[in-house]
């Protein structure tokens, strides 16, 4: 989730056309193997993704180096992307729904504290759906997944603007965080996480539940997703080798999630220092990554 305030100085990294530059990374194939369908697709040598290679612009724009963050707006980033480049979408962007609960004072999300939020938070408007969804299924590759991370009152909006963008809704998931929050009619325990479909593809999973239960994240970045939950739909949604895209990383927790389940990810945030904090998760990600399916 993006958390600048709207002085925030955009970066000019731009990403495009798929393209992978691979360097000095056959020392690492027995460890991270790649599934066949990402070698054919993209061009890839049968190895994994966790040496030096690039999402590179087929001008002379600069190439974004695989599983990072740039800092730039996320349809601005989206519209840079070569269209059906893009395996899986899950994304929690800064909704708008959280000015209504700052002014009730059902958060402290929006307030100045190291333990919540602070000055940099920057909402999403909701009027920016339409070109959001619009760019998300234009990259989506078909027969792909995309999760959005919201509350209830932004899945009333975010649903049907999605559905005329062409995405065909599943239903919502929960994630349960196991201890309730702030609020008065009925204390918050729950997010949804909006389950959308471009064509047609089966889960890797048909035994998990519609209900993921982890705790939040204590202490952490404003908003921050634990990479547990993210890692439930990496996994259950892409195959090794494939690219997750996240426009609001935030800091970095499904990149890190994809990266530590053998994916590819590019990211992008309008923070600075959310960008900052997401490429030291995703190196030290990187270097650790071989985890198990």
Same mark, same amino acid.
Not at 109 to 127: C, E, V
Not at 158 to 166: Q, R
Not at 189 to 212: C, P, S, T, W
């Given at each position: 989730?993006?958390?600048?305030?709207?002085?925030?100085?955009?970066?000019?990294?731009?990403?495009?056309?798929?393209?992978?530059?691979?360097?000095?990374?056959?020392?690492?194939?027995?460890?991270?193997?790649?599934?066949?369908?990402?070698?054919?697709?993209?061009?890839?040598?049968?190895?994994?993704?966790?040496?030096?290679?690039?999402?590179?612009?087929?001008?002379?724009?600069?190439?974004?180096?695989?599983?990072?963050?740039?800092?730039?707006?996320?349809?601005?980033?989206?519209?840079?992307?070569?269209?059906?480049?893009?395996?899986?979408?899950?994304?929690?962007?800064?909704?708008?729904?959280?000015?209504?609960?700052?002014?009730?004072?059902?958060?402290?999300?929006?307030?100045?504290?190291?333990?919540?939020?602070?000055?940099?938070?920057?909402?999403?408007?909701?009027?920016?759906?339409?070109?959001?969804?619009?760019?998300?299924?234009?990259? +989506?590759?078909?027969?792909?997944?995309?999760?959005?991370?919201?509350?209830?009152?932004?899945?009333?909006?975010?649903?049907?603007?999605?559905?005329?963008?062409?995405?065909?809704?599943?239903?919502? +998931?929960?994630?349960?965080?196991?201890?309730?929050?702030?609020?008065?009619?009925?204390?918050?325990?729950?997010?949804?996480?909006?389950?959308?479909?471009?064509?047609?593809?089966?889960?890797?999973?048909?035994?998990?539940?519609?209900?993921?239960?982890?705790?939040?994240?204590?202490?952490?970045?404003?908003?921050?997703?634990?990479?547990?939950?993210?890692?439930?739909?990496?996994?259950?949604?892409?195959?090794?080798?494939?690219?997750?895209?996240?426009?609001?990383?935030?800091?970095?927790?499904?990149?890190?999630?994809?990266?530590?389940?053998?994916?590819?990810? +590019?990211?992008?945030?309008?923070?600075?220092?959310?960008?900052?904090?997401?490429?030291?998760?995703?190196?030290?990600?990187?270097?650790?990554?071989?985890?198990?399916?």
């Amino acid at each position: 989730m993006s958390h600048c305030g709207p002085a925030a100085r955009l970066a000019h990294g731009l990403i495009g056309r798929a393209v992978i530059v691979v360097e000095s990374v056959s020392d690492r194939a027995d460890r991270h193997p790649v599934d066949p369908r990402a070698t054919a697709r993209f061009g890839l040598p049968r190895f994994g993704l966790q040496g030096a290679f690039s999402y590179a612009l087929p001008s002379s724009k600069p190439a974004q180096p695989m599983n990072t963050v740039v800092q730039q707006d996320a349809v601005t980033w989206l519209r840079s992307l070569d269209t059906g480049s893009v395996d899986l979408i899950v994304t929690d962007p800064a909704y708008e729904s959280l000015e209504k609960h700052r002014a009730r004072g059902t958060t402290t999300r929006l307030k100045h504290s190291k333990s919540s939020s602070n000055d940099w938070f920057q909402i999403f408007p909701n009027t920016r759906f339409p070109e959001f969804f619009e760019e998300a299924y234009r990259v +989506l590759a078909k027969d792909r997944h995309f999760y959005l991370f919201c509350d209830q009152e932004t899945m009333f909006v975010a649903k049907p603007l999605a559905e005329a963008a062409g995405f065909r809704f599943w239903k919502p +998931l929960v994630w349960d965080k196991q201890r309730i929050g702030m609020g008065y009619h009925y204390r918050s325990r729950y997010e949804f996480i909006l389950f959308f479909e471009k064509g047609k593809r089966r889960l890797n999973d048909l035994g998990v539940a519609d209900i993921i239960q982890h705790p939040r994240v204590h202490k952490g970045y404003p908003a921050e997703k634990p990479v547990a939950v993210s890692s439930v739909l990496v996994k259950q949604s892409s195959e090794r080798g494939e690219l997750v895209i996240d426009p609001f990383a935030g800091s970095g927790s499904v990149g890190v999630a994809a990266v530590e389940q053998g994916r590819g990810f +590019l990211g992008t945030d309008i923070c600075e220092q959310a960008v900052t904090i997401a490429n030291t998760r995703l190196a030290a990600a990187a270097g650790g990554a071989g985890a198990t399916e």
